[in-house]
């Protein structure tokens, strides 16, 4: 069964993206692209990994630009306000908590918040990229698991226990 290229793309940049990035990902291409689940995991990690050595080289160079327009500043104080709180217990255990972070699959805890954090810490690339790049092989095999599996977030946290 070949996977057509333009599904590829598609599942590439859902997983790109800051939202759904590999999370959505995976189910979408399992569901509804028919990929077999080795292949969405692969391509979903791609796709996931492809903002992530951007942001941790442009962030703060990007950020001082967008800082000079006041809407702009104001938005990403906030941004990095609730991030850093976030991060606060990452801090302590450094790459370790920085790849269980990124890890778990929960909302704002994938790799874009994760490579965000990592700027915000000052963590060199090299650590940062690995950390992070561990955390989303991990997220992928959970959600990759529990799609095939059938389960949702919705299901596991709506359902009575028996």
């Known amino acids: 069964m070949g996977l057509d290229f333009w599904d590829i793309l598609k599942v590439i940049g859902y997983a790109a993206f800051p939202i759904s990035e590999l999370r959505g990902a995976i189910p979408i291409a399992i569901i509804v692209h028919d990929f077999p689940w080795y292949s969405a995991y692969i391509v979903a990690v791609i796709g996931n990994l492809l903002p992530v050595p951007l942001i941790l080289l442009f962030l703060n160079f990007a950020t001082r630009i967008l800082s000079k327009a006041r809407l702009f500043e104001r938005m990403l104080n906030w941004l990095f ?82």
């Open 81 to 162: 306000e609730k991030i850093r709180r976030r991060g606060k217990k990452i801090e302590r255990f450094e790459r370790i908590g920085l790849a269980l972070f990124v890890a778990i699959p929960l909302p704002v805890t994938g790799a874009w918040t994760g490579s965000i954090l990592a700027v915000l810490m000052g963590m060199k690339f090299k650590y940062a990229f690995i950390s992070i790049l561990i955390g989303v092989l991990i997220a992928g095999v959970i959600v990759t698991c529990a799609t095939v599996l059938g389960w949702s977030v919705a299901d596991i946290f709506t359902k009575p226990v028996e």
